[in-house]
């Protein structure tokens, strides 16, 4: 019984499925420019997302290419600084020091002078930004050396069990879409003596390559985003009247095969009109059956009036 009920299940299955596709055919037989005009919109849709979401990839890939720029280009004048300058001045008594500007013929320290060039970018870069900070600042920088925020915790768990590696994310930020970028600021052989033995510094027991902080670099994308966006609104726009032209000329072409696919059935129905009906005529065998024998020819049939 139940074999019965399966096969009767499968029979009424394939049915439906011929019925459908007998449906389908008839549709697009009957209503081709119908058909034509959906799958158009249907493409042009699928269109429009894929190449807005290239367009995000390729705006985020770009940024994410210039804030790793940043922050490498940071990390060299920060090494450079340290090694050409800061350890050139100290053995000549040269205070270095944070509060530089305090001390008569003192220099800023490295860090001190990189979060003084951020600001400097910062500055000259439209809603750019570039931050250092720790869970552990100074007292002297607290309201802006700490973890402010969920991104900046997070980056810094993150590059605590991943000090080579980036963190990143593309959030809002005051509103506008940025690209926020950030790396692990490790401690150097150079830094771990002062700051172990600093008065003010709320962590003593650092060692070499623990991961001091995070150097952070923020860049807008509104912009690239609004550039973008103007230069593929006229892309769009070509490809829409394209299409409409394409689309256009296939109608033009359907209804003139249409026209002439009347016009021959009306002729082809008119020369059936005009035909001797299907009784006067008999098999070719029968007839030559009423021609005497030596009348035929080798052929076995013959077409005779």
């Not at 860090?111 to 900070?133: D, N």
């Not at 005051?174 to 150097?188: K, N």
């Not at 230069?231 to 409409?244: C, H, I």
């Not at 001797?276 to 005497?292: F, H, N, V």
């Amino acid at each position: 019984m139940k074999p019965a009920r399966r096969a009767l299940g499968g029979d009424t299955v394939r049915q439906a499925v011929v019925h459908a596709v007998a449906r389908g055919v008839r549709l697009l037989h009957e209503r081709t420019i119908l058909v034509l005009l959906l799958l158009f919109c249907l493409v042009m849709g699928c269109m429009l997302w894929y190449v807005s979401r290239l367009q995000s990839n390729l705006i985020a890939s770009i940024a994410l290419q210039d804030a790793s720029l940043y922050a490498q280009a940071l990390a060299e004048f920060r090494t450079l600084y340290t090694s050409e300058v800061v350890e050139t001045v100290r053995p000549r008594g040269i205070e270095v020091t944070h509060d530089y500007m305090t001390h008569a013929g003192a220099i800023p320290l490295p860090v001190t002078l990189t979060m003084l060039l951020g600001k400097r970018i910062s500055a000259h870069e439209a809603g750019a930004q570039i931050r250092l900070y720790s869970p552990y600042p100074f007292p002297s920088r607290r309201a802006e050396g700490g973890l402010h925020d969920a991104f900046g915790q997070a980056a810094w768990d993150f590059l605590q069990h991943n000090p080579t590696t980036a963190f990143h994310r593309i959030e809002e930020v005051q509103g506008r879409p940025v690209v926020r970028y950030a790396t692990a600021d490790l401690m150097r052989p150079s830094c771990v003596n002062c700051h172990n033995t600093h008065p003010d510094n709320p962590k003593t027991d650092w060692k070499t390559g623990d991961v001091r902080g995070v150097l952070e670099i923020i860049l807008p994308l509104d912009m690239a985003v609004a550039q973008t966006h103007q230069g593929l609104r006229g892309t769009f726009a070509l490809m829409a009247v394209m299409s409409v032209l394409g689309l256009s000329g296939l109608t033009l072409v359907i209804g003139r095969l249409r026209r002439t696919r009347r016009t021959w059935t009306s002729v082809h129905a008119a020369w059936r009109a005009k035909l001797p009906s299907a009784s006067g005529w008999r098999k070719p065998c029968e007839r030559a059956r009423e021609i005497p024998p030596h009348y035929q020819c080798r052929r076995r049939c013959h077409y005779l009036p």
